[in-house]
T-cell receptor
Framework: DTGVSQNPRHKITKRGQNVTFRCDPI?????LYWYRQTLGQGPEFLTY????????KSRLLSDRFSAERPKGSFSTLEIQRTEQGDSAMYLC???????????FGQGTRLTVV | AQKVTQAQTEISVVEKEDVTLDCVYE???????LFWYKQPPSGELVFLIR????DEQNEISGRYSWNFQKSTSSFNFTITASQVVDSAVYFC?????????????WGAGTKLIIKP
């Protein structure tokens, strides 16, 4: 296994369009996290899954954001009706259990024009 | 409330100097974990270390060392004989059960610049 994989690496979209990102975690990891990071800031928690169950979603996350992990393996993050403020790096991480360290993918950089 | 403070926004040193990155945390929990991650210009967050609250032993890994002191709620990171490849943003993070269900709470990061 080569680690957490995210696709695409970069996405440029027009305001108002929908975008979907994919994350493939490390195979035996049951926890999967989505974070957002803007320039000069630390990662901001969005949501996480324990297997296929979405256990928590940040209160900062608008209804335009939705995430799924249908079979407890890969996950998708969809942003509907994108806005310029959605421009950021979207990071996915996975861990083996709640107390273990999380391993991160290389991120998807979203630019909304 | 839980919180992680990295007071140093940016540090610049000349190669081969030793450098210490500070991290101070706040938590009400007695069981918690502390982490350091490195984010090089490529953007990927690289895990460096995880320490649980019951293990105050300092850790050394090559040129990296970590000093965990519960009395001062600090988990500082020292790079000895720094190299240009150490240039990155370094994040300290905390996870604990009570208030955050083991979510990672991140510091703002310290940008480390190693000049040749």
């Amino acid at each position: 296994d080569t680690g957490v994989s995210q696709n695409p690496r970069h996405k440029i979209t027009k305001r108002g369009q929908n975008v979907t990102f994919r994350c493939d975690p490390i195979s035996e990891h049951n926890r999967l996290y989505w974070y957002r990071q803007t320039l000069g800031q630390g990662p901001e928690f969005l949501t996480y899954f324990q297997n296929e169950a979405q256990l928590e979603k940040s209160r900062l996350l608008s209804d335009r954001f939705s995430a799924e992990r249908p079979k407890g393996s890969f996950s998708t993050l969809e942003i509907q009706r994108t806005e310029q403020g959605d421009s950021a790096m979207y990071l996915c991480a996975s861990s083996l259990g709640q107390e273990a360290e999380a391993f991160f993918g290389q991120g998807t950089r979203l630019t909304v024009v | 409330a839980q919180k992680v403070t990295q007071a140093q926004t940016e540090i610049s040193v000349v190669e081969k100097e030793d450098v210490t990155l500070d991290c101070v945390y706040e938590t009400r929990d007695t069981t918690y974990y502390l982490f350091w991650y490195k984010q090089p210009p490529s953007g990927e967050l690289v895990f460096l270390i995880r320490r649980n609250s019951f293990d105050e032993q300092n850790e050394i890994s090559g040129r990296y060392s970590w000093n965990f002191q519960k009395s001062t709620s600090s988990f500082n990171f020292t790079i000895t004989a720094s190299q240009v490849v150490d240039s990155a943003v370094y994040f300290c993070a905390l996870s604990e059960a009570r208030d955050s269900n083991y979510q990672l709470i991140w510091g703002a990061g310290t940008k480390l610049i190693i000049k040749p």
